[in-house]
């Protein structure tokens, strides 16, 4: 297996979402593994638990990230063995972004085997520098690693909760805060008026992704293989979706960012970033309602007792989210306009009972 793409910087040059190998069924990974060289696996303890039995030998050496700090990640790499042939990473995005960092220090071919399809690291090449829970630099100044292609098995990723594979579509769904911004921004003069028919189709598209996934759902409502797929495909065609008309930026990444650094504390990323996105549609008067719709129909978890985050950790990020967005130029309402006082206790209500 030749290595893919790669490098410690231009992170920019990496391979298009859109041209990734993404193999998908039933055991993949026990097939492909029993075919794999010497190999290092990248995991975390409950997704190597999980993705264990379907191996089908052992590899060289295991390391179990617990955060994607550079410092933490060069002492992960150079804690396994340097004579391996493969990296293959095994997890969620933690695990995934650690694995892409591995086989970028030890220059060897990378295999992607998701236990959960709930974000973009899936079908990105580019390992952002952490320093501690803060992002440091740029795309451009950031490594990346072109995996040589993924394994959907099937069977590893529906062993895992429901709701850490729907979080991918809260992901993607999340878009809808480029739009309530836009448009806020539009009727506060502050950007030309919106092209209502780029918002339109980025509507329509949104709307086809909660019907399709409904329609793959077995008839008590769980997720089938055709559920896995369907998260899959729709995370791989997001780049190519995603509004880039000026005017369009939102803050509900950000908005995740600002909260776990002020908390010292990590969410699921694909849920938190739809909770991001419900609060700015919210104060951009943006109709959230459509949006919560169509997250309930994708069954991704939204409301922040249900996802874990308490009423004083959010009105903390909440006041922490305008100075963070100013120091990093980030032209957000929840810059511009803050939830705070009377408007924080009604904002809570609305997010813990619609």
């Known amino acids: 297996m030749e290595k893919s793409g790669r490098g410690w910087s231009h992170g920019s040059r990496m391979k298009p979402a859109a041209e990734y190998d993404i193999r998908y069924g039933s055991g993949l990974l026990r097939n492909e593994s029993a075919a794999w060289p010497r190999y290092l696996v990248v995991s975390t303890p409950s997704a190597y638990r999980t993705a264990q039995p379907y191996l089908s030998q052992e590899p060289a050496g295991v390391a179990y990230a617990a955060w994607l700090d550079f410092s933490y990640q060069q002492e992960l790499s150079n804690s396994l063995p340097d004579d391996a042939e493969l990296v293959v990473g095994l997890g969620g995005g933690l695990a995934l972004d650690a694995a892409k960092y591995v086989a970028l220090y030890k220059d060897l071919p990378l295999i992607m085997a998701p236990t959960i399809v709930s974000t973009g690291a899936i079908i990105h090449g580019v390992v952002a520098k952490w320093e501690g829970r803060k992002i440091i630099g740029s795309l451009d100044d950031w490594p990346w690693v072109d995996c040589d292609h993924v394994l959907v098995d099937d069977d590893v990723v529906l062993a895992a909760p429901y709701y850490l594979n729907t979080a991918g579509l809260g992901d993607i769904l999340c878009g809808y805060a480029g739009i309530a911004e836009w448009q806020w921004r539009s009727r506060n003069g502050l950007t030309p008026p919106c092209d209502e028919a780029v918002i339109a189709a980025v509507s329509e598209h949104h709307e086809k992704i909660a019907g399709g996934f409904e329609k793959t759902l077995d008839t008590h409502g769980d997720l089938t293989a055709n559920s896995v797929h369907h998260i899959m495909r729709c995370m791989q065609e997001r780049d190519a979706r995603t509004l880039q008309q000026p005017g369009t930026e939102s803050g509900d990444h950000p908005f995740w960012l600002a909260l776990e650094l002020v908390n010292d504390k990590g969410?699921?990323?694909?849920?938190?970033?739809?909770?991001?996105?419900?609060?700015?549609?919210?104060?951009?008067?943006?109709?959230?309602?459509?949006?919560?719709?169509?997250?309930?129909?994708?069954?991704?978890?939204?409301?922040?007792?249900?996802?874990?985050?308490?009423?004083?950790?959010?009105?903390?990020?909440?006041?922490?989210?305008?100075?963070?967005?100013?120091?990093?130029?980030?032209?957000?309402?929840?810059?511009?306009?803050?939830?705070?006082?009377?408007?924080?206790?009604?904002?809570?209500?609305?997010?813990?009972?619609?």
């Open 267 to 354: 969410w699921i990323h694909g849920e938190m970033v739809a909770l991001g996105a419900i609060i700015i549609s919210w104060q951009c008067d943006a109709q959230p309602e459509t949006l919560i719709e169509r997250l309930d129909r994708c069954k991704v978890r939204r409301r922040p007792t249900e996802i874990g985050l308490s009423r004083e950790e959010l009105r903390k990020g909440l006041a922490f989210v305008p100075g963070y967005m100013a120091e990093r130029n980030i032209d957000s309402i929840l810059r511009h306009k803050p939830v705070t006082a009377s408007q924080f206790d009604a904002l809570w209500n609305f997010l813990e009972t619609c």
